[in-house]
């Protein structure tokens, strides 16, 4: 008999999910509650990763313990769960579009650099703290066979269709509720400032002033003669992704950065344009303008520091704004473009994973929106 590959595996355990979506085969009431908190507990999603990379290296070489996914463990019956969490739930994740973070658990800090097993005398130093007892809780049930292994994983595949198709219908209800107020007078730039206000006012925002800069590039940048680069993933850092700024701006033709934004949802401090400095020195390409955006208060000492290094820097202008202030003279100054501003702005806010922009900043935009363009 041929052994099964782990894509194999993952196939099956999607055919199997996705044929009982309406009913568990699990009939341990306490394992079910266990799957359905690790599945849905949303403020947390390294939990489901390490389960389905244990449940796939578990499936895949059945001597192993679910409970040692670390090789540094040294045991015959330990694995490496960060290889089957890479190589292999990456792209089943993405191409199921399972609500999960798009990268790896084990790099997380509670779930890095551990050389013994996940038992459930252990204690993971994370929050909550209730979602890894019951995920450790899940894989001893596996090592105690208290539940077969596919059993479980199946299970979790589908708690988490379901969740996402939970999430795609209330969109959806909330696209609906827009596309019935279509044609009606379209909002002024003052109105699309004050709605974007609310938005950033929402809780873990931080990714949204990246976003407001990329669509008004994209709204604008035929106009400009200039383009976005395509945005770098919300945890990725500048020395990693050899980017100069969270948004990047090329002519158009020319892949050389001419701009760059730095978004700050702190105050900008001087030791942050002497960064940026150090930054242009060892990029490449001439840049124009290197621009801080902020959603907090503008200090006139960095301000004047900012001014200071424009010859230090051979002709780079760094400057310091506030993200209302940019958009609202963006709007006012393309005003005939105001709404293809928004569409763009939905588009990005929508596109964006989970991890970065949540499903509740992206049904707060819709209402926010709707209610905008209702006059509620």
Known sequence: MTARTPESILTDVYRRA??????????????????DFVCRCLNNRAGVRLLMACLLGKLHKPKVDPRKPYTEIGSADSFSGRTYDEQYLTEFISKHRLPCNPTTAFLTPTLRNINHALTTSRVLVGRPRELYEKTLQLLDDVAKNRIATDVLFVETVRVLLQLRDEKLARIAALMSSLARGAGALPLSSE???DLVSQHLKCRNASRL????????????????????LPLNAHNAADLQTQSLGDVEICL?????????????????TIDDIDCAVTKIA??????????????????????????GVYEETAGTEIAVLDCIGFLR???????????????AYQVLV??????????????????????????E
């Open 18 to 35: 996705n044929a009982s979506l309406s009913k568990t085969v699990i009939k341990d009431a306490d394992i079910r509650a266990r799957v």
């Open 191 to 193: 109105a699309i400032v």
């Open 209 to 228: 002033p990246v976003l407001i800069v990329a669509a008004a590039y994209q709204a604008a940048g035929d106009c400009l003669s200039e383009r976005v």
């Open 252 to 268: 158009v033709g020319d892949d050389a950065v001419v701009t760059a934004y730095e978004m700050k949802t702190r105050r900008v």
């Open 282 to 307: 060892r990029s490449r390409n001439r840049i124009n303008n290197y621009l801080f955006v902020t959603t907090d208060t503008i200090e006139p000492d960095v301000v004047a520091h900012a001014k």
């Open 329 to 343: 003279h963006f709007l006012h100054l393309f005003h005939r473009i105001r709404g293809d501003f928004l569409d």
């Open 350 to 375: 929508l596109h964006e994973p989970d991890s970065a922009v949540s499903q509740a900043l992206k049904e707060a935009f819709l209402a926010l929106r709707q209610a905008a363009e209702s006059g």
